[in-house]
């Protein structure tokens, strides 16, 4: 999809302000971080989670967050959520054993009138106004909404041996980010259907598999996910490249 058609649909549609929950999925294991626990190590001088939590604590469109963590780091969590002066987290819960069991415990915490939601990484830490506010706006006719970037890259399909089966056409590709937004009672419907959680890596996969309609707007390239130790030392080049 071209960036000038995301531009024209985001411009037929107008965002709430101010009123929309966030669940925040920060329970992962870190397991590609070579022992680096992702969510509480730095980027200069600030954890990765802090600093997601306050871009989305100061987003106009945000009302709440929820945030959902390992059981383990609950109360380095409320450590964190009170030196940074997070004001928006009105709920801080334990994960589960994979993300989606993890966002759907966030779910059960949403107030009843709520009805729509975005989900976020927690450890994605660049994510701005304008994309939370895309995200929002397509979410005000659409059941399921992911930002995303166009892959940048060729992408091969192979097989177990490592034989190349298939080359897709990268105009046809993108790489989806969070935040993602559902609406809550189709989404709670989407959950039900999957029933094993287990194998789903986002929330658009779920509304996908249920029968409904995904729709994109414009990600950023600088909405990294911090997924290993290189990706820290990518965040922090960024942010000084900002800094000159």
């Given amino acids: 999809m071209e960036q000038t058609q995301w531009k024209w649909e985001y411009q037929a549609v107008e965002a709430a302000q101010g009123n929309l929950p966030v669940i925040v999925a920060a329970a992962g294991a870190s397991s590609r971080m070579g022992g680096i626990h992702k969510q509480f190590a730095e980027i200069a001088g600030v954890p990765v989670l802090a600093r997601t939590l306050m871009a989305l604590d100061s987003s106009r469109y945000i009302g ?6 390992r059981p383990e780091d609950v109360f380095a969590a409320q450590a964190l959520v009170s030196r940074y002066l997070i004001r928006k987290v009105t709920d801080l819960i334990e994960g589960g054993s994979n993300r989606q069991e993890s966002v759907k415990k966030g779910l059960d915490r949403l107030d009843q009138a709520a ?3 975005l989900i976020h990484d927690g450890a994605r830490p660049f994510v701005d ?18 930002c995303c970037v166009p892959v940048k890259d060729t992408i091969k399909q192979i097989d177990g041996s490592g034989k190349v089966t298939a080359t897709p056409d990268r105009k046809h590709l993108v790489a989806v980010q969070t935040p993602q937004g559902v609406w809550v009672s189709e989404y709670r419907e989407a959950l039900q259907k999957a ?16 029968g409904y309609p995904v729709f994109t707007v414009p990600g950023n390239y600088r ?4 997924t290993t130790a290189e990706d820290l030392r990518i965040a ?6 900002e800094e000159e």
């Fill in 64 to 69: 709440s967050i929820i945030l959902v963590v």
């Fill in 236 to 241: 922090a080049s960024l942010l000084e490249g």
């Fill in 223 to 226: 909405n990294l996910k911090i």
């Fill in 129 to 146: 106004d304008v994309i939370i506010g895309q995200v929002a706006a397509a979410l005000e006719q659409h059941p399921a909404v992911t």
């Fill in 195 to 210: 029933g094993d959680l287990s194998g789903f890596t986002d929330d658009m996969s779920i509304m996908e598999q249920a």
């Fill in 115 to 117: 009805d729509k939601v």
